[in-house]
């Protein structure tokens, strides 16, 4: 038995992963692929005081993660591997978490999994890397805020900025695939799965052309990732819960606090018009590539070409890793308890969420620090089952899990109210 398993530890960001493990192993971890002679070759490289032991397996002989405490799946694109191990942690009771950032590959776990992981009582909990806990736990984080204001939180709008240094910003090939493989199922899934959650106020107008925001100082363009989607997602989960907690029927002593639902709306903030053309053309390329079969498998195939050299096979350089950063800012807007809430909102709280580069960096270190909830939580700190988003599954740890964050170098603060 193991406390961890890192499946797919040999891919670029599962030896980012390890690499942040090593710096504080568990007791026991396993890191598994189909390569013998990578995994050897990175447990050797990773130096550290409690080295994993290495097991060799595809997604079809997945037994021995049996008696694990918390399985980490790095094998992408999701849509294509991701279900198996998922398959596999209900079948043997261990909780899982991911990297995964494919929105309709969430939704379709909590479509298809959700009763079947509360049965087990074991936690699902995909996107735990920069998809997307600065956004899920963000928007968490602000509503707390509003909280000790004596306030309630109305709408939220997401600001996401990327900072590059002199080597500018790379990604990832299968990053890339998996937002070519995206998003042809989701009205299905959310016919199935959704339902409206009690929010107060007016709706949040969305705008979806390219804008200039004086409050950042940026050209802002509608972000269409999985971090908008999964808050919404997460919102639903936590009433859900709330109802369950209500009605006596959830199966541990978890108890989910509540906090009302907000409009919520993402956008990316660009410094440069050129960007906003970038970004434009990635999305062109992307929804076209959904009806033409043969121009998705040419940007599989040549994603550096397409990307003008942004996405590539190799990934980004040591470089460009060190420079890298992010700052991902919440305005929110609300009501003092008692106001008449139809009307205009009367408290603005802005907060801002920092770190290294987001992709690989800040991912490595968020999966590890949400995995280390399944750890070392205490006796009172009990955690909901099924599949979950982040906040979902950690607001009863949330304290606890961004004091991780910080000390990893991701802070939440707030910084205007």
């Known amino acids: 038995m193991a406390d961890v398993i890192i499946y797919g530890a040999t891919g670029y960001t599962g030896v980012k992963i390890c690499q942040e493990f090593a710096l504080n192993p568990p007791k026991s971890w396993i890191i598994a692929g189909r390569s013998k002679a990578k995994l050897e070759k990175l447990s050797n490289e990773l130096k550290c005081s409690n080295p994993p032991k290495v097991v060799v397996a595809d997604l079809h002989e997945l037994d021995f993660i049996k008696g694990a405490k918390v399985l980490i799946n790095c094998v992408g694109p999701f849509r294509l591997y991701g279900e198996p191990v998922v398959k596999a942690c209900v079948e043997h009771g261990v909780n899982y978490i991911d990297i995964c950032g494919e929105t309709e590959v969430i939704e379709k776990l909590y479509a298809d999994y959700n009763q079947l992981a509360i049965d087990k009582r074991i936690s699902i909990v995909p996107a735990c890397g920069y998809d997307s806990v600065p956004a899920d736990l963000g928007q968490w984080y602000t509503k707390l805020q509003f909280q000790k204001q004596q306030a309630i939180c109305s709408t939220i709008e997401m600001i996401v900025k990327f900072h590059a240094g002199k080597s500018g910003i790379t990604g990832n090939a299968t990053t890339f695939?998996?937002?070519?493989?995206?998003?042809?199922?989701?009205?299905?899934?959310?016919?199935?799965?959704?339902?409206?959650?009690?929010?107060?106020?007016?709706?949040?107008?969305?705008?979806?052309?390219?804008?200039?925001?004086?409050?950042?100082?940026?050209?802002?363009?509608?972000?269409?990732?999985?971090?908008?989607?999964?808050?919404?997602?997460?919102?639903?989960?936590?009433?859900?819960?709330?109802?369950?907690?209500?009605?006596?029927?959830?199966?541990?002593?978890?108890?989910?606090?509540?906090?009302?639902?907000?409009?919520?709306?993402?956008?990316?903030?660009?410094?440069?018009?050129?960007?906003?053309?970038?970004?434009?053309?990635?999305?062109?390329?992307?929804?076209?590539?959904?009806?033409?079969?043969?121009?998705?498998?040419?940007?599989?195939?040549?994603?550096?070409?397409?990307?003008?050299?942004?996405?590539?096979?190799?990934?980004?350089?040591?470089?460009?890793?060190?420079?890298?950063?992010?700052?991902?800012?919440?305005?929110?807007?609300?009501?003092?308890?008692?106001?008449?809430?139809?009307?205009?909102?009367?408290?603005?709280?802005?907060?801002?969420?920092?770190?290294?580069?987001?992709?690989?960096?800040?991912?490595?270190?968020?999966?590890?620090?949400?995995?280390?909830?399944?750890?070392?939580?205490?006796?009172?700190?009990?955690?909901?089952?099924?599949?979950?988003?982040?906040?979902?599954a950690f607001s009863n740890v949330f304290d606890s899990l961004l004091s991780r964050l910080s000390a990893s170098g991701i802070h939440f603060q707030v910084i205007e109210q």
């Open 177 to 392: 695939e998996s937002a070519i493989l995206g998003v042809d199922n989701l009205r299905q899934l959310r016919k199935k799965t959704h339902r409206s959650v009690p929010t107060i106020g007016r709706s949040l107008h969305v705008y979806r052309n390219p804008r200039w925001d004086k409050r950042v100082d940026c050209w802002t363009v509608p972000a269409a990732v999985a971090d908008v989607p999964l808050v919404k997602l997460g919102q639903q989960m936590i009433e859900n819960h709330h109802d369950a907690y209500k009605k006596g029927v959830l199966y541990n002593l978890y108890k989910p606090p509540h906090v009302t639902p907000v409009h919520f709306a993402g956008y990316f903030g660009l410094t440069s018009y050129i960007s906003v053309l970038f970004l434009s053309w990635i999305g062109f390329l992307l929804n076209t590539s959904k009806w033409l079969t043969p121009l998705r498998k040419l940007l599989i195939r040549f994603p550096a070409f397409f990307t003008f050299g942004v996405f590539k096979k190799s990934g980004p350089t040591e470089a460009q890793l060190r420079e890298g950063g992010f700052t991902t800012t919440l305005i929110g807007h609300g009501f003092r308890k008692g106001s008449d809430y139809n009307g205009d909102t009367n408290v603005k709280i802005v907060t801002a969420i920092t770190g290294p580069e987001a992709g690989y960096i800040t991912t490595s270190r968020c999966i590890v620090s949400c995995a280390t909830c399944f750890l070392s939580r205490t006796e009172s700190e009990q955690l909901p089952f099924g599949v979950l988003t982040p906040a979902a």
